[in-house]
């Protein structure tokens, strides 16, 4: 009946009555009208129907109703973010006690072109319940001041519930009840400490995106089961690699080792490239308090000077991880690999190693690129240089089927012992850190491919295909800068690939790069197997960082199911089935929330830094231009506006269509990729903001 409803209403393509509805269906008993009107009720919740104040229904498409997410602004109005459809602007008249993050009913109040206004007519779910804030207290009631200006609510908290935290405490504090419009009455649930302590501005920040820093009781209590060392029953049914020379190459700081590799050249020249990765699942055992806390984050969070691991530091750091000198437990992909590339043969299995050397990146990159050996190094130093010959010869290979290098910079925040940032400085990507990425790059494809030629349920790393009209647009703004580039037939990884490189030698190139990659889908964890678009990669997973990533951990425990134990019952198989859809939406959430953790973090450091620098000048780009500014970017990546207002030389008014300000006597004004002397007028930690103003 569901399904004839709502055929009807499309239709009929106006609102009908419970009467008209009833006659249409034939519902001629009692039994079938209350059927008719269970139904009815059940797709009005759902927001698939509205019923309007005559009681009248219609589909809710065909309303100037829409269901979406409120993304607010500092200045009080927001946008509704409805799904396949333009953003709806909304007034701050018009938000009815709706708050950032609501998902929410929209009605469409009018369209001016292309910008569609509106008002809030209800709140459907607040998923914030949460919140981050500073506490104070004003006529002896505690109040929070919260961290998120976006979010327009006043918190009182009684106090039996503020857990003795006094004025200037940072807290997570949770809503209870609805005193009146925007005023709730709440509960600080968790102390972070005082805002002037160190640390607190990081965990401050994690805490909104629900990441904690602090390990459950059960979880410490079942550390202490867990060995620090391998024992002597488990090396049976493993592998012996431990005379080979294995090592590992991470960052200078680096202490949870996923990875380690090791290579030899076959007689008949191929190369025998082997990937050892710490066995997490044999010791985070589904179902355990380890294992539910580690599915809950989904992933480690690197915040500037602090990581707050997926699992607690005795296995990440510990165990785990694959120190140099002591056994570990490991799964081993080695690959058979031509000189095309190609994998022509490879073997998954469990193993034991000993690694023995931690390198460094900087070390590596210093025999590779100058050949200058670092001490310690030099029995090292043929398979380095082997490797690297791999590594160019993969890199090639994955070039020719369309990999896609956006080639984009990343900032990294140099803090001093207090925490504080004391310089913003590019992150190297040398040699070194590109050969670790192809070697794991080729066992991810490795391993994927394996499994889904077995058709068991997998989890997946997938990108999907950018849409065409997303790719015209750009292409379309390219023109409008005055660059003729050829339009691709056909939108695939080849062709982004040709377009960047027709780009690459533009001044805007760093700006034209990050704007098609945002006109990329993003890269999620999947159960369906649709490719990786940016890898020119047809089967794809993440199995080389368990330590660090919930899914890698599930890909082990999935190849110990499938191809160590051969569990491969009808039972089993609708088991993993079932659970890998929920689980990659969740890790795929948590990823996100993660990145966006990172970069908030990012963003304060960035303006704590800038802080230092008020009154000094820099040389930077326009990164972007917006109506009410533009904003410019430095050498190291740091960002900041420079707002309309202060463009005194002229009257300037935005051109949407080429991102430009236009002078009213200067036509040219700004556009993108102009380089401009700067000089740093304020900055905020607080509001995470910096503000530059044009040197005359």
Not at 192 to 212: F, Q, R, T
Not at 485 to 499: A, F, N, Y
Not at 598 to 604: A, F, G, L
Request: charged share 30%; net charge negative; aromatic share 8%.
């Amino acid at each position: 009946m569901e399904d004839k409803i709502l055929d009807l209403l499309n239709k009929e393509n106006k609102a009908l009555d419970i009467y008209e509805i009833e006659s249409f269906l034939e519902c001629d008993n009692v039994v079938k009208l209350k059927e008719l009107l269970k139904i009815l009720n059940r797709l009005e919740q759902e927001y698939k129907i509205y019923r309007t104040k005559k009681d009248k229904y219609m589909l809710f498409d065909n309303s100037n109703l829409r269901v979406g997410n409120l993304l607010s602004t500092k200045k009080g109005y927001g946008f509704v973010d409805i799904a396949g459809d333009e953003d709806v602007f909304v007034s701050q008249e018009n938000l009815n006690g709706a708050i950032n993050n609501d998902e929410v009913i929209v009605e469409i109040t009018s369209k001016k072109g292309l910008k569609l206004e509106g008002r809030i007519v209800k709140v459907i779910e607040r998923k914030l319940q949460q919140f981050v804030g500073k506490v104070y207290f004003k006529n002896n009631k505690c109040l929070i001041d919260l961290d998120d200006k976006k979010v327009n609510l006043s918190i009182i908290v009684d106090s039996d519930k503020t857990l003795g935290a006094v004025s200037g405490h940072k807290v997570v504090v949770r809503l209870l009840t609805r005193v009146e419009s925007n005023v709730y009455k709440g509960a600080i649930v968790k102390i972070l400490g005082h805002v002037d302590d160190p640390g607190v501005d990081i965990l401050s920040i994690a805490a909104k995106y629900e990441i904690e820093d602090q390990f459950p009781k059960e979880v410490t209590e079942q550390l202490k089961t867990i060995p620090d060392h391998v024992l002597e029953s488990e090396y049976n049914g493993r592998v012996d690699l431990r005379d080979e020379m294995i090592f590992t190459i991470d960052g200078d700081d680096t202490k949870d080792i996923d990875d380690a590799i090791s290579i030899d050249k076959l007689k008949n020249g191929n190369y025998k490239l082997g990937v050892h990765i710490a066995d997490v699942s044999y010791y985070v055992k589904e179902n355990t308090p380890l294992d539910n806390e580690a599915e809950k984050r989904g992933t480690s969070v690197y915040l500037a000077n602090t990581v707050i691991p997926m699992l607690p530091h005795e296995l990440s750091n510990g165990i785990c991880s694959l120190n140099p000198n002591v056994d570990r437990l490991t799964i081993s992909c080695s690959m058979e690999i031509d000189s095309n590339g190609e994998v022509v043969e490879y073997d998954i299995f469990e193993s034991v190693i000993r690694s023995n050397i931690q390198m460094t990146y900087k070390n590596v990159n210093s025999i590779l690129e100058d050949n200058i050996i670092p001490p310690g190094y030099e029995k090292y130093v043929d398979s380095l240089k082997m490797m690297s010959e791999l590594a160019n010869t993969l890199r090639n290979s994955k070039i020719k089927k369309g990999y896609i290098d956006f080639d984009i910079d990343e900032a990294k925040i140099v803090t001093n012992e207090k925490g504080e940032a004391i310089d913003v400085v590019l992150r190297n990507r040398g040699k070194g850190e590109n050969l670790i990425e192809d070697f794991m790059i080729a066992a991810n494809e490795t391993v994927a491919r394996h499994i889904t030629y077995m058709e068991y349920p997998f989890i997946y790393r997938v990108h999907g295909e950018p849409s065409e009209e997303k790719i015209n647009n750009f292409l379309n703004f390219i023109n409008l800068l005055g660059y003729k580039i050829k339009r691709p037939k056909k939108i695939t990884p080849k062709s982004i690939q040709e377009l960047l490189d027709e780009l690459k030698n533009v001044k805007e190139y760093p700006i034209l790069s990050s704007l098609l990659l945002r006109s990329m889908q993003k890269a999620v964890y999947d159960k369906n197997n649709i490719g990786h678009f940016g890898l020119a990669s047809k089967c794809y997973t993440h199995f080389t960082s368990p330590i660090r990533r919930y899914p890698d951990t599930t890909v082990h425990r999935l190849l110990r199911t499938y191809l160590f134990n051969k569990n491969l019952n009808k039972e089993i198989i609708n088991y993993w089935d079932k659970k890998l859809a929920i689980l990659a939406e969740h890790t795929s959430e948590r990823e996100r929330a993660s990145i966006e953790c990172e970069r908030e973090v990012d963003d304060m450091k960035m303006a704590e830094y800038m802080e230092k620098h008020i009154g000094e000048e820099f040389t930077g780009i326009v990164s972007g231009v917006v109506s009410f500014g533009m904003f410019i970017e430095l050498p190291n990546k740091i960002e900041g506006l420079v707002r309309l207002d202060d463009l005194k030389d002229d009257y300037y008014v935005y051109d949407e269509s080429t991102f430009s300000l236009i002078g009213s006597n200067n036509k040219r004004g700004y556009r993108l990729g102009d380089e401009l002397k700067v000089i740093v007028k304020a900055a905020s930690k607080i509001n995470h903001t910096i503000d530059f103003e044009i040197k005359r």
